[in-house]
């Protein structure tokens, strides 16, 4: 993906070549044998809180569960409402990470092995019938795998790069970006990390 991508980007889009330039070399980290559950579970904890506290709340969760790096499924549907409350998941995110778990056991969320047989939008249609999981969740999910053609339309760091980019008067809607997006695939991944990037320079 690495410099296919930043190639293509560059060839049909001149105005972000220019910024690619200024950013440098692509890299973005990403795991393919990522494990869907712990990452969405992990998400589910860090949203609306800073880095910190969310990964203190996350350490308190794993430590309920003594000799496990991670919590399974099972286990976090063995744990009461009360002990994860007390490790400080608020009510909604007990109620999130149980209905998550449940939704694992079940088979709705894939394993490591059975996502990389599936395509994003099969992912996302899946993924976002889990409490407390949106759109923007699970492609975050998939641009840590690693898949190529991402485009969060709605990340508002992306719709601000590009905004500073092609210096528009206000934030593209998520429609305009999709659109305008379309002349980045199958790289849009690509595109998504230099317009986050953007607001670093």
Not at 61 to 67: F, K
Not at 103 to 121: H, M, N, Q, R, Y
Request: glycine content about 6%.
């Amino acid at each position: 993906m690495r410099l296919k991508g930043v190639k293509h980007i560059s060839k049909c889009d001149k105005r972000l070549a220019r910024h690619i330039k200024k950013v440098g070399p692509f890299r973005l980290v990403t795991s393919a044998k990522l494990d869907p559950f712990e990452a969405l579970m992990s998400s589910i904890v860090y949203q609306q809180l800073n880095g910190r506290a969310a990964a203190t709340i996350l350490s308190r969760v794993v430590a309920l569960h003594p000799g496990r790096k991670f919590p399974t499924p099972e286990d976090i549907l063995k744990t009461t409402d009360e002990k994860l409350r007390a490790a400080g998941l608020s009510k909604n995110k007990t109620l999130a990470v149980k209905d998550l778990a449940q939704k694992t056991i079940e088979g709705l969320v894939p394993s490591g092995t059975a996502i990389k047989k599936l395509d994003d939008e099969t992912i996302i249609e899946r993924l976002v019938t889990i409490r407390g999981i949106g759109r923007w969740t699970v492609e975050m999910l998939l641009i840590k795998m690693g898949r190529h053609d991402v485009l969060p339309t709605t990340d508002y760091g992306i719709r601000q790069g590009f905004k500073l980019v092609y210096k528009t008067k206000d934030l593209p809607t998520p429609k305009e970006l999709f659109e305008y997006g379309e002349r980045w695939r199958p790289y849009r991944t690509v595109a998504s990390w230099y317009l986050w990037r953007v607001l670093e320079l």
